[in-house]
């Protein structure tokens, strides 16, 4: 039985590392240990106001990651610009503002089609696999498939809050994965993803990445990344 690959997101360490505005730690060396411990990808956020992942570091991972980046980033003009320069291997497209602590939704694709539409068709023809990240909801996943995502990043945020009563949420997950593969939609998931409450989501059929950060980054913490990144492989590998 196929499991889904586990995407680590490193923004956490550029934060702590921004918090003195100095050289460590090193998101790039938080790569290199996640790889080692059996990351199937890097995921990064290049935000507009930069509060934590660098243009730099972009760069830098670009060129040393030995698996692939994952680059999220708003879908304007100077972000998909960056990309294109870049060419990670895939792009993440994500509603951002200003004053949020983090991600707090999906992009909503149907509102702001044109917009979106502009930005997958720039990274596609730069040869870039486009992800877009959406809220379970049915008519976002079809509007998707309409402007031609090549894959969806279901915001699990919802389900995780709700945890550990998080039934309802769980079968919007799962109503909306079943839409993304229907629509011949690559089926990704994200967003609070924890080591305990992460295994429904591995099981839904079809789910094939999961890119999960803050939960194995504040377990980083404790006992070291590599440890805190095979534990979640484990967690997901047990569903």
Not at 102 to 123: F, Q, S, W, Y
Not at 162 to 179: D, F, N, S, Y
Request: aromatic fraction near 2%; charged fraction near 25%; include cysteine.
């Amino acid at each position: 039985m196929s499991h889904p690959k586990l995407g680590v997101n490193i923004d956490h360490v550029a934060t702590l590392r921004q918090a003195r505005r100095t050289v460590e730690p090193d998101p790039v060396a938080a790569a290199v240990l996640c790889e080692l411990a059996g990351a199937d990808s890097i995921t990064v956020h290049l935000r507009e106001d930069r509060r934590h992942i660098q243009d730099r570091d972009v760069l830098v991972l670009k060129q040393s990651l030995r698996t692939t980046m994952n680059l999220e980033i708003a879908a304007t003009d100077e972000m998909v610009a960056i990309a294109c320069e870049v060419r990670p291997a895939q792009v993440c497209l994500v509603p951002e503002k200003r004053q949020e602590v983090t991600t707090e939704g999906g992009l909503d694709v149907i509102r702001n089609r044109a917009g979106v539409e502009k930005a997958v068709r720039a990274l596609q023809e730069a040869g870039i696999v486009v992800s877009l990240f959406i809220d379970p909801d049915p008519a976002q996943v079809r509007e998707s498939r309409a402007i031609g995502a090549d894959a969806i990043e279901l915001h699990t945020g919802a389900y995780a809050e709700a945890w550990p009563h998080a039934q309802t949420e769980l079968v919007r997950i799962q109503e909306a994965a079943k839409e993304t593969l229907a629509q011949g939609l690559r089926l990704h998931a994200g967003h609070g993803l924890t080591y305990w409450n992460v295994r429904p989501i591995a099981e839904i059929p079809g789910m094939a990445e999961l890119n999960i950060g803050h939960s194995v980054m504040a377990r980083a913490v404790l006992v070291g990344m590599e440890r805190a990144v095979r534990e979640m492989r484990e967690a997901i590998k047990g569903a």
